[in-house]
Each structure stands twice: as structure tokens, then as C-alpha cells.
């Protein structure tokens, strides 16, 4: 298996534009993770997919991140417009959970996010 | 009751000794408890978990303990490397989502 495919793996922008990631998840997982990493924050959860439907999505920071998740095995985030304090590096993560939780996450090799 | 609190933030060692991190948490619903190894500029990557159900794996020279009682967790090295050298992140899961400690940084001295 290829793992968890994220694209693109450098993003530069400026401020204003619309942004978005992408991910493959592992074929066969049932969850999808977005996560945020900055040194400040550390790791941080954005939301989470379940067959493809969102189910926590607290951790959005504001209304101008969105995610989607069209099917199995395509996921979108989206930032519009972006600000400088977006950047980061952005990670996505899928998992076979199918009812028992005590699973590892697989994590994609991220997306480092610039936004002038 | 999400939050994972690890120890310590910074860590320096020299080559062959040994290294321990330490993770604490307060809930009771958490049942598995992963470390992951984050090399500068790459994924996080699982290096070894343990399940509730048990006190102690170990995997090579990488060993983690679990006391369920007093709610923590440690991740132990042996024989450190050049290569260990990354920073470390443990994590417990509350349902179906991680919580992840803020990570600890190693840096093992040839």
C-alpha cells in the first residue's frame, strides 16, 4: 500500500487566495483525520470523517476552513480566503476503526502551508 | 479530560544511554496509547502502542509501560542511537480521536 497520499507537499501563496489540500487515504479505511501542526500548537485536530461523513468538526478554526469528503478515497481542505497565521503544516490521517477504536493512525507526509 | 501532558519537553542523551518520556492524562475512558517518532520536515510515524490490557511491550530497543491506575504512560529507549534523534509524541485515544502530548524532543549526542 502506498499509505496515505497528501498533495500538494508545498504550497505557497498570498494572503487572500483560496487554498486546497488533498488526500488519499489508505484504501480500506473507514476514518479520515485533518490535522494542523504548528510549533505554538503543537498537533491539532481540524475534523474528522467517518465513511466519508463528517463527525467532529469543533476543531475548525473559523468558517473559512472547509472539508469535504466525496468518497472513500478522496478528501479536500479547503481555506478561503487564507491569512499568514494559516500557515503550518497540515496533516492528514486515515484509520481502520470498524468498531474497535484501539487502532493506529496513519499520517500522510503533509502539506507545508505559506501564505504571505 | 482530553488533555495529555508530557515530560519532558527537551531531552539530551548520550550515545548508548538510555532515554524515558513520560505522558499523564486524567480521564478513565482511554484504552490504547500509541508513540509516534517524527523526524524534522517528515509524518509522524507509530513506533509502538500498547492497549489497556496490558502493563509493558516491548519492541526491540524501544519499550513502553502503562500504569491505568495512575494514568500514565512512558516510552523507554535503550541503547540510543544518532538516528533516535527526532522528536516523540504520545498520544491516547477518547472514542475514535487521538489526543496527541505536545512532544518531546530528543537529541542523542554521538
Known amino acids: 500500500d502506498a499509505g496515505v497520499i497528501q498533495s500538494p507537499r508545498h504550497e505557497v501563496t498570498e494572503m487572500g487566495q483560496e487554498v486546497t489540500l488533498r488526500c488519499k487515504p489508505i484504501?480500506?479505511?473507514?476514518?479520515l483525520f485533518w490535522y494542523r501542526q504548528t510549533m505554538m500548537r503543537g498537533l491539532e485536530l481540524l475534523i474528522y470523517?467517518?465513511?466519508?461523513?463528517?463527525?467532529?468538526d469543533s476543531g475548525m478554526p473559523e468558517d473559512r476552513f472547509s472539508a469535504k469528503m466525496p468518497n472513500a478515497s478522496f478528501s479536500t481542505l479547503k481555506i478561503q480566503p487564507s491569512e499568514p497565521r494559516d500557515s503550518a503544516v497540515y496533516f492528514c490521517a486515515s484509520s481502520y476503526i470498524m468498531g474497535d477504536p484501539n487502532q493506529p493512525q496513519h499520517f500522510g507526509d503533509g502539506t507545508r502551508l505559506s501564505i504571505l | 479530560g482530553e488533555n495529555v501532558e508530557q515530560h519532558p519537553s527537551t531531552l539530551s542523551v548520550q550515545e548508548g544511554d538510555s532515554a524515558v518520556i513520560k505522558c499523564t492524562y486524567s480521564d478513565s475512558a482511554s484504552n490504547y496509547f500509541p508513540w509516534y517518532k517524527q523526524e524534522l520536515g517528515k509524518r509522524p510515524q507509530l513506533i509502538i502502542d500498547?492497549?489497556?490490557?496490558?502493563g509493558e511491550k516491548k519492541d526491540q530497543r524501544i519499550a513502553v509501560t502503562l500504569n491505568k491506575t495512575a494514568k500514565h504512560f512512558s516510552l523507554h529507549i535503550t541503547e540510543t542511537q544518532p538516528e533516535d534523534s527526532a522528536v516523540y509524541f504520545c498520544?491516547?485515544?477518547?472514542?475514535?480521536?487521538?489526543?496527541f502530548g505536545t512532544g518531546t524532543s530528543l537529541t542523542v549526542i554521538p
Open positions: 498520544a491516547k485515544n477518547t472514542g475514535n480521536q487521538f489526543y
Open positions: 470523517f467517518n465513511n466519508n461523513v463528517p463527525i467532529d
Open positions: 500498547i492497549r489497556s490490557n496490558v
Open positions: 484504501s480500506g479505511h473507514d476514518y
